[in-house]
């Protein structure tokens, strides 16, 4: 089949994906959208990308395994330590300035950069005082996020990156071994909101002091990644945080104008007070 065919194939798979479904995928990045279909393709054993439209369409089971496939799972808590060692050395401080918080992990997907923050405001001590919204788009994602239960066989690796980040506890203070599973406290997630939304189609979410959107706009093109900047713009309180993941940059968004860098180098900005 020529890659022309696949291609139309793939936008008609989109359409009807937002027609049928209200899920709008027409504008992420195409070569990644791509790549993920046809790894779904060939997992079903189908022979096109219109046969998963045609069972798709006609069978309501398949589409949170074809969310699986076109959303990114893939995390580690504490991602990127760097990171959040300057949330704790360089943002904090300007947190606790504020009587109560609101923190938005946008694009939670299985929870890891949550618990990753909740740790952190806990070691903090502004843990009673911040209210978390966790959103995505999968409904299986955000189940796994409230769960709140992982691999014990990654979490060597959490514990390295918490560590790293300047982790003032040991993370085992903070989740339950039970056999080949992590199982992390409920009182992490018990001040935290977990909602359904889609960066491509709704609205500003309240007004937040540090937005955290990590290896999320890199899997949009230029007109959904100015959607999403200047949502998050418009979400946060004057002064307020916006973190993005190391490969993503808002020099080139048309939004950039209401940001000023903050920690360069991790890739952290603060909305300019207007």
Same mark, same amino acid.
């Not at 952190?120 to 502004?126: I, K, M, Q, T, V």
């Not at 189609?201 to 999320?216: K, P």
């Given at each position: 089949?020529?890659?022309?065919?696949?291609?139309?194939?793939?936008?008609? &798979? *989109? #359409?009807? @994906?937002?027609?049928?479904?209200?899920?709008? %995928? $027409?504008?992420?990045?195409?070569?990644?959208?791509? /790549?993920?279909?046809?790894?779904?393709?060939?997992?079903?054993?189908?022979?096109?990308?219109?046969?998963?439209?045609?069972?798709?369409?006609?069978?309501?089971?398949?589409?949170?395994? &074809? *969310? #699986?496939? @076109?959303?990114?799972?893939?995390?580690?808590? %504490? $991602?990127?330590?760097?990171?959040?060692?300057?949330? /704790?050395?360089?943002?904090?401080?300007?947190?606790?300035?504020?009587?109560?918080?609101?923190?938005?992990?946008?694009?939670?997907?299985?929870?890891?950069?949550?618990?990753?923050?909740?740790? *952190?405001?806990?070691?903090?001590?502004?843990?009673?005082?911040?209210?978390?919204?966790?959103?995505?788009?999968?409904?299986?994602?955000?189940?796994?996020?409230?769960?709140?239960?992982?691999?014990?066989?990654?979490?060597?690796?959490?514990?390295?990156?918490?560590?790293?980040?300047?982790?003032?506890?040991?993370?085992?203070?903070?989740?339950?071994?039970?056999?080949?599973?992590?199982?992390?406290?409920?009182?992490?997630?018990?001040?935290?909101?977990?909602?359904?939304?889609?960066?491509?189609?709704?609205?500003?979410?309240?007004?937040?002091?540090?937005?955290?959107?990590?290896?999320?706009?890199?899997?949009?093109?230029?007109?959904?990644?100015?959607?999403?900047?200047?949502?998050?713009?418009?979400?946060?309180?004057?002064?307020?945080?916006?973190?993005?993941?190391?490969?993503?940059?808002?020099?080139?968004?048309?939004?950039?104008?209401?940001?000023?860098?903050?920690?360069?180098?991790?890739?952290?900005?603060?909305?300019?007070?207007?």
């Amino acid at each position: 089949m020529s890659e022309h065919i696949e291609d139309i194939e793939i936008q008609l &798979l *989109l #359409d009807a @994906l937002y027609r049928h479904y209200h899920y709008d %995928f $027409r504008h992420y990045a195409r070569a990644s959208i791509k /790549r993920r279909l046809l790894q779904a393709r060939d997992k079903w054993g189908f022979d096109s990308i219109s046969a998963i439209q045609s069972a798709v369409l006609h069978d309501e089971t398949m589409l949170p395994q &074809l *969310l #699986d496939f @076109l959303t990114v799972q893939v995390s580690e808590m %504490f $991602r990127d330590p760097g990171y959040f060692r300057a949330l /704790r050395e360089q943002v904090v401080p300007h947190l606790r300035t504020y009587p109560s918080l609101k923190v938005w992990v946008a694009g939670c997907s299985n929870g890891e950069e949550l618990y990753s923050l909740a740790i *952190l405001f806990a070691e903090e001590g502004l843990a009673q005082r911040t209210i978390f919204y966790a959103t995505d788009i999968n409904p299986a994602a955000l189940k796994a996020a409230q769960a709140g239960i992982y691999p014990m066989d990654r979490i060597r690796l959490f514990t390295e990156n918490h560590q790293l980040s300047g982790g003032r506890s040991s993370l085992s203070d903070y989740y339950t071994a039970n056999y080949d599973r992590a199982i992390f406290d409920k009182s992490l997630r018990e001040r935290t909101v977990f909602s359904d939304h889609s960066l491509v189609t709704d609205a500003a979410f309240g007004e937040m002091h540090l937005i955290s959107c990590r290896n999320v706009l890199i899997y949009f093109d230029r007109a959904l990644q100015d959607r999403a900047v200047g949502l998050f713009g418009e979400s946060l309180a004057r002064g307020g945080f916006l973190g993005i993941g190391s490969k993503e940059s808002l020099r080139f968004s048309n939004q950039a104008a209401a940001f000023a860098p903050f920690v360069r180098e991790q890739k952290i900005y603060r909305r300019k007070s207007l």
